[in-house]
């Protein structure tokens, strides 16, 4: 082998090792900001002409959030616009995780399609104008998980939702 060739390899190895090196210092940066525990206060508003959570147009309303090692957080979904009034309602789900793949707490139902295994049905609902209040308790270590629920169809629901710490 001449020593055009062994130097070129040499730069290459350099350069490979310099990008692992920097992925495994700077990936670690992300997975710590999405365990942060943040306030959240915002409202998203929405329409659907379908209920069905796996149709893929499906608009999804959807919030991560991550509770602290040992801290008590409190999320509430305040339903300020229904339709069907009192008699309207919408399924909450969860993953156990922090997902954040959509725009402004929007997404649609093939966006979550490679999470769709673990994401879980709840006893949960948002029903008419009422509020869905749930606090999450943190363990000894923080924990990560992520709350959708299919805008209704028939009109527009518009939704508050607060995150905080109690």
Same mark, same amino acid.
């Not at 029903?127 to 998980?145: M, V």
């Given at each position: 082998? &001449?020593?055009?060739?062994?130097? $070129?390899?040499?730069? *290459?190895?350099?350069?490979? !090792?310099?990008?692992? =090196?920097? +992925?495994?210092?700077?990936?670690?940066?992300?997975?710590?900001?999405?365990?942060?525990?943040?306030?959240?206060?915002?409202?998203?508003?929405?329409? &659907?002409?379908?209920?069905?959570? $796996?149709?893929a147009? *499906?608009?999804?309303?959807? !919030?991560?959030?991550? =509770?602290? +090692?040992?801290?008590?957080?409190?999320?509430?979904?305040?339903?300020?616009?229904?339709?069907?009034?009192?008699?309207?309602?919408?399924?909450?789900y969860?993953?156990?995780?922090?997902?954040?793949?959509?725009?402004?707490?929007?997404?649609?139902?093939?966006?979550?399609?490679?999470?769709?295994?673990?994401?879980?049905?709840?006893?949960?609902?948002?029903?008419?104008?009422?509020?869905?209040?749930?606090?999450?308790?943190?363990?000894?270590?923080?924990?990560?998980?992520?709350?959708?629920?299919?805008?209704?169809?028939?009109?527009q629901?518009?939704?508050?939702?607060?995150?905080?710490?109690?």
């Amino acid at each position: 082998m &001449n020593k055009k060739m062994a130097g $070129l390899i040499v730069i *290459v190895a350099v350069v490979i !090792v310099g990008v692992l =090196v920097s +992925a495994l210092v700077v990936a670690p940066l992300f997975t710590l900001a999405q365990q942060t525990p943040k306030s959240l206060d915002f409202t998203v508003t929405g329409t &659907n002409s379908c209920l069905r959570f $796996l149709d893929a147009n *499906v608009s999804l309303c959807y !919030v991560p959030f991550t =509770v602290g +090692a040992n801290q008590n957080w409190q999320l509430t979904i305040n339903c300020t616009q229904m339709p069907g009034g009192a008699s309207g309602w919408t399924d909450l789900y969860i993953y156990n995780g922090y997902w954040d793949n959509g725009t402004n707490y929007k997404c649609t139902a093939e966006n979550v399609y490679p999470i769709l295994a673990n994401i879980q049905s709840t006893n949960w609902e948002i029903q008419g104008n009422t509020a869905f209040t749930e606090t999450f308790n943190g363990t000894t270590t923080s924990q990560s998980y992520t709350i959708f629920f299919v805008f209704p169809n028939g009109g527009q629901g518009t939704f508050h939702v607060t995150y905080q710490q109690i």
